[in-house]
């Protein structure tokens, strides 16, 4: 396993980051505004700050792909958050195109509906590392594990351990620090779905620790955190961290509740589940078009 120490934020970063925790509110708010006057707007966030964001669609699975890029470093090193297979070209154009060098492919978890384009990004362009948890057991160049910081340029995405759609979940927030986007975002995968979650029902679910991990790790975040799902049926595109803990209409109840409506959801399984679930388990290093449960 090649661990992240390469990518842990440094302890300068980090001191910059718990001093700015233990400002009080007002101080912060003048802080952030002071930094909102020297710093670049972002491209299509609220956020002020050096990021460059876009969130991207594949429509078959309803599946969002995030790019991130810090555009003040001058190599502008980019990431992609959960890419889909047949979207990958689309991904490869955007980020030519703004110029950026995209260093990293990461996946939320294993995916069960859709092959992930992380195989497909590391043939087509030269020096990406895939990434995934550790906790997944799947293949990638890289492992992450809850507490862990990946940077880009000057901003990094801390990993928070959300198990429970499947054993080895994450969600990916940006950094807590002047210097980082605010408000914070949250990328959650399936843990955290717009007024929604991810389904508990196959590959190591459990809606308990569902449950749990929403509440800890995502429902603990500032209320204005943007959460970005890595699905949405329904046409909503971001949501806060607030308004799920108001209107979510599965995780504002209590546990057992939610329990029961996990266990009655009677989804049909994904359609692409038995060829998507081993591609992703090689992180999409693949070729689908041959028989999924043969070794490469
Ligand atoms: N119909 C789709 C699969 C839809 C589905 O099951 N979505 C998953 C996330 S992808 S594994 C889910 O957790 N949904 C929760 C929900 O409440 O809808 C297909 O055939 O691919």
């Given at each position: 396993m090649l661990r992240l120490n390469h990518l842990r934020l440094?302890?300068?970063n980090a001191?910059?980051?718990?001093?700015?925790?233990?400002?009080d509110f007002a101080t912060k708010k003048q802080f952030r505004s002071q930094m909102a006057n020297y710093t670049t707007s972002s491209s299509s966030s609220s956020s002020s700050s050096n990021l460059l964001f876009r969130q991207l669609f594949e429509k078959e699975s309803s599946t969002y792909t995030y790019l991130l890029a810090d555009l003040t470093h001058p190599d502008k090193p980019a990431l992609l958050v959960d890419p889909v297979d047949k979207t990958v070209d689309r991904d490869i154009s955007i980020v030519e195109e703004l110029g950026l060098k995209l260093i990293y492919a990461i996946n939320t978890h294993v995916h069960a509906d859709h092959v992930t384009g992380t195989?497909?990004?590391?043939?087509?362009v030269e020096g990406v590392k895939s990434?995934?948890?550790?906790?997944s057991n799947s293949k990638a160049d890289l492992f992450v594990e809850h507490g862990d910081k990946i940077q880009i340029g000057?901003?990094?995405?801390?990993?928070?351990?959300t198990p429970g759609h499947t054993a080895g979940?994450?969600?990916y927030v940006t950094g807590d620090g002047l210097d980082q986007p605010q408000p914070r975002m949250a990328f959650?995968?399936?843990?955290l779905l717009i007024r929604g979650c991810g389904r508990t029902d196959f590959q190591g679910g459990s809606s308990s620790q569902l449950y749990k991990s929403v509440h800890s790790q995502i429902f603990s975040l500032p209320k204005d955190t943007l959460v970005y799902p890595a699905h949405d049926y329904k046409g909503f595109t971001v949501s806060t961290v607030g308004e799920e803990m108001l209107y979510n209409p599965r995780l504002t109840k209590d546990e057992e509740t939610f329990k029961n409506i996990m266990e009655n959801l009677q989804l049909s399984y994904p359609k692409m589940i038995d060829v998507a679930v081993p591609a992703n388990m090689v992180c999409g290093l693949q070729d689908v078009t041959k028989d999924p449960t043969k070794p490469l």
């Open positions: 440094s302890i300068f001191c910059k980051v718990s001093n700015y925790t233990n400002l195989g497909l990004l590391k043939s087509k990434m995934i948890s550790k906790a000057n901003l990094f995405l801390e990993v928070r351990a979940c994450v969600t959650t995968g399936d843990a």
